[in-house]
């Protein structure tokens, strides 16, 4: 034996274009890498997923484990309490609906906290700032607003949406709002959310060890509590911040990192809740800040969005958005952000490592997320000014001092975002006749085979933004409308899919309906929260008729393409629990071949709820997804409209004279 060194070949570096699709993020991680900077995606390559977390295998719920199943092997053996696989899976499915609902609902019921100061007159630095929006939300859980003050109205309002949460008994204030053979099937299965709080609770007890050991009745109440996060806690955030904020009506933005300037001071804002990005507005328009930095030799003060915060901001305002969850470290390696301030959700604790290497101030400021090396500075709903007027002068002052290199990826792409259910009605209708009469009917006729939700997360998992793009193209292609909230809109947004002229990507039907109309095949509704106005949307579908009596009638269907959050999978289980064919890309957190696994892909739609389903390939997903559209068109007997663009015209004479 000789004792030579063994020689180990270095390995060569992953192609940073099998991560990502996007140009400005490409740019930018390659110039990571030449400043020897670490990204998640770096991370993600050279760590693989726990292969047994990755199938919910592992119970680790009590100190006699944790104990380990084998995926591959599911029922040959049971935890040292004995539970099963289907238990064990359950129970962690379980846990991530009630982790994913809190954050929903913790947002929503922090816009109600600020609702109430505002309507008692503690807070003065945010109004009630669209009054129809009040009556109409009022309206519709059953507050007389007729000659009553607005004042009158708001005080009521509030008390009844608190119950969103507090509630310990009854039935959530929405769920008037559900289609009533929908809300039937709920109260069958008992399933109806009373209070978020309460469902949270019941949850988290019933997944502790040793209670809930029946995986049926443990995802009965992942439903109940997914649907108080739906129904309940997002819902009351979207229409909180609409009366508050305004609701969004078309409006055109910006997207990609050539939205940061050169030449003045930039400020990305990153997150969830728009309180503090709304209060950030007035701050960066604050003319002596304005002047401040003008001093400091920029040419004004450059604010723009990221993520879902970023979204529901550029659906509400036009404020120009820099970039999805994936590309939130890879902007900082711009070296032109001078603060990054954040709230809350998907915030990579790896961003205090970029923003040290380029010197971007790195602000924290909710009491809820404080992350170890970044600075934090607290805001709050009474005095907003003074977080975000520090925020602004400390980016200044990081102006001044910028001693990187500055490298801008010149791309922007300009798009129409902010198509809330509001003006969905009054675009289909017109203002005297607001109504959803136009899209039932065009689903009827088959211009439009059916509609799609496309959200979500992007994840280094899968390549940025890819799955998105390919899955919404097969989609439209086939005249089906897409619906897009959160990171997934603004993949979309990056690649001119929000341009009236995307019609043209559209098969025949829907690009009739879109030229007919000047809108973008898919339409842009907001952040992760603003889901809960596709659940209105498709309230109203059913209302308005002829496309069946629940949501599960609907000829629709939902994904999440390359989701990773666990608010994905609430988001995921209420609109299954609503009745929605929901299909995830990825990976799914649980093992096949067992039986929890078909009750979440089968037996939740033979109960008359929505079905899972799981499809990494962006191809077959959209088959997926169509299939289940046109079985939902064939069980409304509307398929045969949708084959006569196929006719001849001999078939079409012997049809008409049929
Ligand atoms: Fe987060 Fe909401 Fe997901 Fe984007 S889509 S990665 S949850 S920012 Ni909401």
New binding site residues.
């Given amino acids: 034996m000789t004792d030579k060194p063994i020689q180990k070949k270095a390995k060569p570096k992953p192609n940073i274009r099998d991560w990502t699709i996007c140009d400005a993020t490409t740019l930018m991680l390659e110039k990571a890498r030449r400043d020897g900077v670490e990204t998640a995606f770096d991370r993600a390559s050279t760590m693989k997923a726990c292969p047994i977390g990755a199938e919910s295998a592992c119970c680790k719920h009590c100190a006699m484990g944790p104990c380990r199943l084998n995926a591959k092997d599911p029922y040959g053996k049971v935890g040292v309490c004995g539970a099963t696989i289907d238990t064990i899976m359950s129970r962690n499915f379980a846990r991530m609906v009630a982790a994913g609902c809190a954050a929903h609902t913790d947002h929503g019921m922090g816009m109600l906290d600020l609702f109430r100061e505002v309507v008692n007159g503690h807070i003065t630095d945010y109004q009630i700032k669209d009054t129809a929006k009040l009556h109409s939300v009022a309206q519709s859980i059953g507050i007389e607003t007729e000659g009553r003050s607005d004042k009158d109205i708001a005080l009521d309002l509030y008390d009844e949406l608190e119950r969103t949460y507090t509630q310990v008994e009854g039935e959530i204030p929405f769920a008037k709002r559900v289609p009533p053979k929908t809300l039937e099937m709920w109260r069958k299965h008992n399933i109806v959310p009373r209070g978020a709080m309460r469902e949270i609770m019941d949850l988290m007890h019933r997944s502790h060890m040793g209670v809930d050991q029946d995986y049926e009745n443990i995802t009965k109440q992942s439903s109940r509590t997914a649907l108080a996060d739906g129904w309940g806690g997002s819902m009351v955030a979207t229409e909180i911040s609409d009366i508050l904020y305004g609701t969004p009506s078309p409006v055109t933005v910006e997207v990609n990192m050539g939205v940061l300037k050169e030449d003045m001071v930039n400020i990305i804002v990153h997150g969830?809740e728009p309180n503090m990005f709304e209060s950030m507005v007035m701050s960066v328009n604050e003319p002596s800040l304005v002047e401040e930095a003008k001093k400091a030799g920029a040419n004004g003060i450059n604010l723009a969005g990221m993520?879902?915060s970023g979204?529901e901001m550029m659906s509400r305002h036009g404020v120009p958005h820099a970039g999805?969850?994936m590309s939130t470290e890879a902007v900082i390696c711009t070296g032109a952000v001078d603060a990054m301030c954040v709230d809350v959700?998907?915030i990579k604790q790896g961003l205090v490592e970029v923003s040290n290497c380029y010197g971007t101030e790195l602000i924290t400021t909710n009491p809820r997320c404080r992350i170890e090396g970044a600075t934090h500075i607290e805001f709050s709903d009474h005095t907003p000014m003074e977080c975000t007027d520090e925020v602004v002068i400390k980016a200044i002052s990081r102006f001044k001092n910028r001693n990187k290199p500055i490298e801008i990826p010149q791309i922007r792409n300009t798009g129409i975002h902010g198509f809330s259910h509001e003006y969905i009605n009054y675009m289909l209708g017109g203002s005297f006749r607001g109504s959803y009469t136009p899209l039932n009917d065009n689903i009827i006729n088959g211009r439009i085979r059916g509609v799609a939700g496309v959200?979500?997360?992007?994840n280094p998992r899968v390549k940025q933004d890819y799955v998105h793009v390919e899955l919404v193209k097969e989609l439209i292609k086939n005249d089906v409308l897409v619906l897009q909230?959160?990171?997934?809109q603004v993949a979309l947004a990056k690649y001119g899919f929000y341009t009236p002229e995307a019609a043209h990507l559209a098969g025949p039907g829907l690009q009739e309906v879109c030229e007919t109309v000047g809108m973008p095949p898919c339409l842009g509704i907001g952040?992760?929260v603003d889901n809960s106005r596709i659940l209105i949307a498709a309230s109203e579908m059913v209302r308005v008729g002829g496309l069946g009596e629940s949501i599960a009638d609907l000829p629709a269907a939902g994904a999440a393409p390359e989701?990773?959050?666990e608010?994905?999978i609430s988001i995921g289980q209420y609109f299954v629990a609503s009745g929605v064919f929901t299909v995830f890309g990825v990976t799914f957190p649980i093992a096949k071949e067992t039986k929890f696994h078909k009750l979440l892909f089968e037996g939740l739609e033979q109960q008359g709820l929505g079905k899972w389903g799981f499809e990494s390939d962006p191809y077959e997903m959209a088959k997926l997804m169509i299939n289940h559209i046109d079985k939902k068109r064939k069980a409304l007997g509307i398929d045969k409209s949708r084959e006569r663009v196929l006719m001849t015209m001999a078939d079409r004479q012997k049809l008409d004279a049929a």
Avoid: D, P, R
């Fill in positions: 969830h993520c879902c979204a999805n969850f959700q998907c959200v979500g997360c992007t909230t959160g990171c997934s952040s992760c989701w990773m959050s608010k994905a």
